[in-house]
């Protein structure tokens, strides 16, 4: 966990009235300026954040139009 410079969590902005509202994804930066994304798709995002809160790793949420991993 050191080696965690910050995370980011990407959810959608508009939520209401939208089959894939609960898609998003992670992005944890790391000190040495690497970036590694993984989706809604791979892991539960809920557990996953609880996860991340429970080791002391504060999560930036991001709000998004649209949320693709670029």
């Keep these: 966990y050191k ?3 910050k995370v ?8 209401r009235r939208n089959p894939w509202n609960d ?3 992670f992005e944890i930066i790391l000190h040495n300026g690497e970036r590694v994304k993984f ?8 557990q996953m954040e ?5 080791n002391y790793i504060v999560i930036e949420k ?3 139009l649209f949320t693709w991993v670029s």
């Design 62 to 64: 991001v709000e998004e």
């Design 3 to 5: 080696d965690i410079q």
């Design 39 to 46: 989706t809604s798709l791979l892991v539960c995002s809920t």
């Design 50 to 54: 609880t996860f991340l809160e429970n």
């Design 8 to 15: 980011k969590r990407h959810t959608l902005a508009w939520s």
């Design 23 to 25: 898609y998003g994804y």
